[in-house]
């Protein structure tokens, strides 16, 4: 499946690319470090006994470790303030409002009248586009080609094929919907699931639009770019339109009103999750160096005393 070939591909070339970082960043580190061992015996201070081999070591394995984590930790900052300056020229000058989100992605809110919006980008690379839909109903589309749709028909688990044109290359679930055959009839429904499920974003190797109740959402997963994940204002504008149709539609067809707060604890969820994780990360990246320092002080006295 082209699906498989692409994740192999692009996880090649992300592998081959980070391990070229490493070597240029840890090979330089990995020879001043030797550099230093063969060069430091009988090193001495003004007012200080000559440094014994063990302190010697303990002091260039500490120093290895605190440039290991200084330097990445460093590159990280600048990398994810790129990113979000390129994603919030793209979100802001549209009415969102945009944050941190999961450390190294961004999220964006807009409220348009009684409809919330909110894009969510993460690491995958994942792009969530999520808007409002009052109504209390499900419904799944995948690219019938696609691994998704693969794995469902392994596991019996088989869909609604449309006969309109423009979806014939999508299956719908669940099959036992009553109302979704004749929703998807629809010259309206058909041509918002086909500019979601196939316009724009050409990088994303996955795909998938999904109604739960409360909330429709658009899910663009993995990338076939090496490196980047390019979005433009104009496929922004044209998602929240479409999303905006389908919500539309959905209500016109007389389906049951939803709870609104299940879609309102759904967000609350992620923002708490957003929390956890930043937290977690944080005091990991404070506790790391805080505990090599303190593990270089009792070296140290200890090596004294001896």
């Known amino acids: 499946m082209r699906d498989v070939g692409d994740i192999y591909v692009s996880g090649i070339k992300r592998r081959f690319y980070i391990g070229c970082l490493t070597a240029i960043i840890g090979l330089p580190c990995l020879g001043g470090f030797f550099w230093f061992l063969l060069n430091s015996q009988g090193f001495e201070m003004e007012g200080m006994d000559a440094l014994s081999p063990t302190s010697i070591t303990i002091a260039a394995v500490i120093l290895s470790i605190l440039i290991g984590v200084a330097i990445p930790a460093v590159l990280s900052v600048f990398l994810i303030k790129r990113r979000a300056d390129q ?22 809110h807009r409220v348009d009248g009684n409809t ?28 019938e080609k696609s691994l998704p749709a693969a794995i469902g028909s392994s596991l019996k688990s088989h869909g609604i094929r449309s006969t309109e044109p423009e979806l014939d290359s999508f ?10 055959p004749h ?70 067809e007389g389906l049951p009103k939803a709870d609104l707060t299940v879609a309102s604890d759904r967000l ?39």
């Open 268 to 306: 609350k969820t992620k923002q708490g999750l957003n929390v956890f994780v930043m937290v977690v990360i944080l005091s990991i990246l404070v506790a790391l160096p805080l505990c090599v320092i303190v593990a270089f002080a009792i070296s140290t006295r200890m090596v004294g005393n001896g």
């Open 87 to 108: 994603f919030d020229a793209i979100f802001l000058p549209l009415g969102f409002t945009g944050s941190m989100y999961l450390l190294n992605g961004r999220q964006y």
């Open 171 to 180: 299956v719908f679930y669940p099959a036992d919907s009553g109302w979704l």
């Open 183 to 252: 929703f998807i009839q629809n010259q309206n429904v058909a041509r918002a699931i086909n500019l979601l499920m196939s316009g724009g974003a050409e990088w994303a190797i996955f795909r998938r639009l999904e109604l739960q109740p409360g909330e429709l959402s658009l899910h663009l997963n993995r990338s076939r770019e090496w490196k980047s994940f390019p979005i433009s204002p104009s496929e922004v504008v044209t998602w929240i339109r479409q999303m905006t149709v389908l919500s539309d539609e959905l209500q016109a």
């Open 116 to 143: 919330q919006i909110s894009i969510y980008i993460f690491r995958g690379p994942t792009v969530e586009v999520r808007v409002t839909a009052p109504v209390n109903a499900e419904f799944r589309v995948l690219q």
